[in-house]
């Protein structure tokens, strides 16, 4: 932003403003009269004649989402917001609160190319990547409504909504660095965690470019036969060669890795699968999240049963991983992947029938 400022022959101080207002203040609109009052005149006008609202033909534009829809769920812990893209697309934002901290869970792509055959995303198909002003909009976006409400702000981002963030890596990296900037939202790189379906080349990338977030890796199979039949992604980037990825990542990040395993009934929840993927896992530095499966309705798996749950976690604990039960958060609002647009493509829900 300070070297398009400066093309222009603005100081870096105007640069430094813009960017406050933008991140900290949370200013969307460049409208006249919407500014903050002690926006320089060099900036204001840089501002009336290079970037207005969302007018791309103006130059710069602004990422605002329109909400397309918005539901809270029952127990007031989740917010799900659908946005609207400028050319339509729509996708899904979710805001989670635990005791004392919010946590952002956003999109990175239209879709998703993977084809995980329990996921919403995965059944709609892939229509687009987002840019990375549309992942940082997404942050904004729940930044505003924490604020409207006079809330302390995000302190947690996972990259676990719509869409694969390695398959979209360099956008992906962009948004990362905006949204951890100082001087703008500052949410801190160890508080942010990326969850991959695997693609190896992309996490050979984040090890050797050494990023410093999270990296979570979505397993679900403990052998290659059984996870392709449920990550067909399996197949191009297979499960030996991910795993031999993971403990090449740790060994040159010294970082634990979190691994995400959804629980299908009968599928891949006996404690007999829980030990060979302890066995798969040996001598990585592990912790293990079993999400219980959220119906979908492309998919005729159903969740494994509570007591099936504790036993599988019981025998990765045994194993020595430690291992924690992901709470199907906003369930009855439809919080799984790519849950909300699905269904609004099959009834269309409006935000007043919400
Ligand atoms: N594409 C990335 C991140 C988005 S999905 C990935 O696959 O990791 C985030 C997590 O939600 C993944 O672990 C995914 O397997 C899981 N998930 C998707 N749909 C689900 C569903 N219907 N029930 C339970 N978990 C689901
Ligand atoms: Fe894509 Fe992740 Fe859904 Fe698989 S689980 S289809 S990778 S969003």
């Given at each position: 932003m300070a070297d398009l400022l400066a093309r222009d022959g603005l100081h870096f101080s105007h640069a430094r403003r813009l960017w406050r207002a933008l991140h900290r203040e949370l200013v969307n609109d460049f409208a006249e009269g919407k500014l903050p009052a002690d926006f320089l005149p060099p900036l204001v006008r840089w501002l009336r004649e290079?970037?207005?609202?969302?007018?791309t033909h103006a130059g710069y534009s602004l990422d605002v989402p329109t909400l397309a829809a918005e539901i809270p769920s029952a127990d007031g812990l989740t917010s799900k917001h659908l946005l609207r893209l400028a050319d339509g697309q729509e996708v899904e934002t979710v805001l989670m609160s635990y005791p004392g901290r919010y946590t952002a869970c956003v999109s990175t792509q239209a879709g998703c190319a993977m084809g995980c055959v329990f996921c919403a995303t995965g059944q709609m198909g892939f229509a687009r990547h987002l840019r990375p002003g549309e992942i940082v909009a997404q942050v904004l976006h729940l930044q505003r409504v924490l604020r409207a409400a006079r809330s302390p702000g995000l302190r947690n981002l996972v990259l676990m909504g719509m869409g694969e963030p390695l398959h979209n890596y360099d956008h992906v990296m962009t948004a990362l660095e905006i949204i951890t900037e100082q001087r703008g939202l500052n949410i801190g790189p160890g508080r942010i965690s990326i969850s991959t379906v695997g693609v190896v080349p992309g996490i050979l990338r984040l090890a050797e470019e050494r990023r410093p977030y999270n990296l979570a890796v979505s397993l679900h199979g403990a052998s290659e036969e059984e996870r392709s039949a449920l990550v067909p992604a399996s197949r191009r980037w297979p499960l030996a060669d991910l795993i031999e990825a993971c403990r090449h990542y740790a060994e040159l990040t010294g970082r634990r890795i979190f691994f995400e395993w959804t629980l299908v009934a009968g599928v891949n929840d006996s404690p007999d699968t829980a030990r060979r993927l302890a066995a798969l896992l040996r001598g990585v530095d592990a912790h293990i999240n079993l999400i219980p499966l959220n119906p979908t309705g492309g998919f005729g798996g159903s969740p494994t049963e509570e007591s099936a749950v504790d036993a599988f976690q019981l025998a990765l604990q045994e194993a020595g991983y430690p291992c924690t039960v992901r709470q199907r958060r906003g369930i009855d609002v439809a919080a799984g992947c790519g849950q909300l647009r699905a269904d609004k493509a099959k009834r269309t829900l409006t935000p007043a029938a919400l």
């Amino acid at each position: 932003m300070a070297d398009l400022l400066a093309r222009d022959g603005l100081h870096f101080s105007h640069a430094r403003r813009l960017w406050r207002a933008l991140h900290r203040e949370l200013v969307n609109d460049f409208a006249e009269g919407k500014l903050p009052a002690d926006f320089l005149p060099p900036l204001v006008r840089w501002l009336r004649e290079h970037a207005r609202g969302s007018d791309t033909h103006a130059g710069y534009s602004l990422d605002v989402p329109t909400l397309a829809a918005e539901i809270p769920s029952a127990d007031g812990l989740t917010s799900k917001h659908l946005l609207r893209l400028a050319d339509g697309q729509e996708v899904e934002t979710v805001l989670m609160s635990y005791p004392g901290r919010y946590t952002a869970c956003v999109s990175t792509q239209a879709g998703c190319a993977m084809g995980c055959v329990f996921c919403a995303t995965g059944q709609m198909g892939f229509a687009r990547h987002l840019r990375p002003g549309e992942i940082v909009a997404q942050v904004l976006h729940l930044q505003r409504v924490l604020r409207a409400a006079r809330s302390p702000g995000l302190r947690n981002l996972v990259l676990m909504g719509m869409g694969e963030p390695l398959h979209n890596y360099d956008h992906v990296m962009t948004a990362l660095e905006i949204i951890t900037e100082q001087r703008g939202l500052n949410i801190g790189p160890g508080r942010i965690s990326i969850s991959t379906v695997g693609v190896v080349p992309g996490i050979l990338r984040l090890a050797e470019e050494r990023r410093p977030y999270n990296l979570a890796v979505s397993l679900h199979g403990a052998s290659e036969e059984e996870r392709s039949a449920l990550v067909p992604a399996s197949r191009r980037w297979p499960l030996a060669d991910l795993i031999e990825a993971c403990r090449h990542y740790a060994e040159l990040t010294g970082r634990r890795i979190f691994f995400e395993w959804t629980l299908v009934a009968g599928v891949n929840d006996s404690p007999d699968t829980a030990r060979r993927l302890a066995a798969l896992l040996r001598g990585v530095d592990a912790h293990i999240n079993l999400i219980p499966l959220n119906p979908t309705g492309g998919f005729g798996g159903s969740p494994t049963e509570e007591s099936a749950v504790d036993a599988f976690q019981l025998a990765l604990q045994e194993a020595g991983y430690p291992c924690t039960v992901r709470q199907r958060r906003g369930i009855d609002v439809a919080a799984g992947c790519g849950q909300l647009r699905a269904d609004k493509a099959k009834r269309t829900l409006t935000p007043a029938a919400l």
